[in-house]
């Protein structure tokens, strides 16, 4: 154990190694996954069971959010897999990002960077298995892996040693057949759910990076997080415009599904004339749906701008959204 507090009691004897769910013994994802963090909740609203990437450059607040995730979702258990991380990255993560709070409901898998590729690849793996075992227990779960890059790197050591020729990138094919047999054991059954957060390292923050364009392809969503917006001082630094929920639809309603709409109209009609904007050539009055959108962009970038601290709760920031949205 990692803590010093000497080794566990065990109950039970759990395969490190099992099959996804069946598909038609999935349950549907229909509920919503409250992550206490507004930008989500309101424009990338998650499902309890889904299964969503958060796609990042070096140093723009990765660790940051997945603290917050963790302290703050309506989970009942966090597995944390931290795989390929610095040492020293592992403390700072306990200590700032997850704090005494998160920790209450949170078991750590750490497998650092020096470790031999097959225990970081056992690692995750460890960690999916301890995810299983409380989903079957009936849990609501939420499973959080950082990051997927480093696994895969790690499988690709082991498939270089054995004689597997490079494909995409050096990445041997073993790679792209064991990504999905990982992250399809996420997800809902019968008995409780996995909520799976699985973050990609993004070279020069080039998302068609084979890793990147892999994962996005297994998952249900995946949240951007954006360079741009970090150097502004915007955290949680997410690109909402380039980020996607492929459940959004199952899990709100209407109304909220409406205020999304809205949200990212608003950023992407800014975006578009941003430029025209900045070097004072856009005329006030000359569209309306650009100076709607240049009305609302600064109340709604304060609205999705949150503090490392704060918990968002769901119902009051839906009111508060639709406030920003409708003011005049």
């Known amino acids: ?74 989970a009942d258990v966090n597995v944390i897999a931290l795989i390929g991380e610095r040492g020293k990255e592992v403390r700072d993560f306990i200590e700032d990002s997850l704090g005494p ?25 460890l960690a999916m298995a301890i995810a299983e075992y409380f989903r079957d227990k009936s849990k609501k779960v939420l499973l959080v892996m950082d990051s997927v890059t480093r696994f895969a790197m790690a499988q690709r050591e082991i498939g270089l040693a054995i004689g597997e020729p490079p494909a995409t990138k050096g990445y041997p094919p073993s790679v792209f057949s064991l990504l999905p047999r990982l992250l399809e054991r996420a997800g809902n059954n019968d008995k409780g759910s996995i909520t799976g957060c699985f973050t990609v390292l993004v070279e020069g923050d080039d998302l068609n990076d084979p890793i990147a364009d892999s994962v996005r392809g297994i998952l249900d969503g ?55 904007i900045n070097i004072g050539a856009y005329q006030g009055g000359t569209n309306p749906k650009i100076d709607w959108a240049i009305q609302k962009k600064e109340p709604l970038d304060g609205y999705l701008r949150q503090g490392i601290n704060e918990y968002s709760n769901w119902d009051e920031a839906f009111e508060e959204l639709k406030l920003v949205l409708n003011q005049h």
């Open 1 to 74: 154990a990692i803590d010093g507090k000497g080794d566990w009691d065990y109950e039970a004897i759990w395969p490190v190694h099992r099959a996804a769910p069946p598909s038609m013994s999935r349950i549907r994802i229909d509920k919503q996954f409250v992550t206490g963090i507004r930008a989500i909740d309101s424009a990338l609203s998650c499902g309890i069971g889904q299964r969503i990437g958060i796609f990042a450059g070096s140093g723009v607040g990765k660790s940051t959010i997945l603290g917050m995730l963790c302290r703050h979702s309506d």
């Open 101 to 125: 709070e998160g920790m209450k409901k949170s078991i750590l898998v750490v497998v650092t960077s020096d470790q031999p590729p097959l225990q970081r690849v056992r690692g995750a793996e």
């Open 222 to 276: 995946h949240i951007v997080l954006s360079r741009e917006l970090a150097m502004r001082g915007h955290y949680p630094a997410i690109d909402i415009l380039a980020s996607i929920s492929r459940v959004i639809n199952n899990v709100t309603t209407v109304e909220h599904l409406e205020a999304s709409r809205q949200v990212r109209e608003i950023l992407g009609t800014y975006k578009k004339v941003e430029d025209l």
